[in-house]
């Protein structure tokens, strides 16, 4: 084997090593503070990793695995949440595997600056509705009279059009 053949070789088998040490950090906790990275776009499938991220679910199905296994590892858990809005759709539960000491805690947190918001409401759009024209269903609807229903008039305003 060549002299070039032999260092591609030495640098591809010591680039697979870091790639999978990296991996098993993030998956297994070895003892040591265990990172894990998560993106409102990542994957359930990713490795946890900054450049492969794990959607939220994911990352805390993962952690509670982790940590009823083990116990939280030395050092603690991060999990580092990169900026975005993350939509939830169901209760997100932190049982008591989560919990931890002074050096064994289980932190999950916005990384650095970046805004992340957590939306556990169903965006609609205005397609599809129409004002109640029938006097009875508008008066069931609203058994306080006409006009606005129990004092809340439902218009186009709302968190994504400014108001």
């Known amino acids: ?14 680039f697979l090593a ?13 003892g040591g503070p265990v990172v894990v990275w998560v993106a409102a776009d990542g994957s359930d499938a990713g490795a946890g990793t900054e450049g492969a991220p ?15 296994e083990s116990g939280v590892p030395a050092g603690g858990v991060t999990v580092w949440l990169r900026g975005g809005r993350y939509a939830l759709r169901e209760p997100v539960v932190l049982g008591p595997e989560f919990g931890g000491a002074a050096d064994r ?19 609609i759009g205005a397609d599809g509705f129409a004002p109640v024209e029938d006097a009875a269903e508008r008066g069931a609807a609203c058994p306080g009279g006409p006009g606005p229903c129990g004092g809340q008039d439902a218009d186009r305003s709302g968190p994504d059009r400014g108001a």
């Open 18 to 30: 870091v790639a999978g040490m990296s991996s098993s950090a993030v998956g297994q906790g070895d």
């Open 105 to 123: 805690r289980v932190v999950i947190a916005a990384y650095g600056d970046e805004r992340v918001v957590f939306d556990g409401g169903l965006l």
């Open 54 to 68: 794990l959607s939220f679910g994911a990352a805390i199905e993962r952690v509670r695995s982790l940590c009823r």
């Open 1 to 14: 084997m060549s002299s070039i053949s032999r260092v591609f070789v030495c640098v591809f088998l010591s």
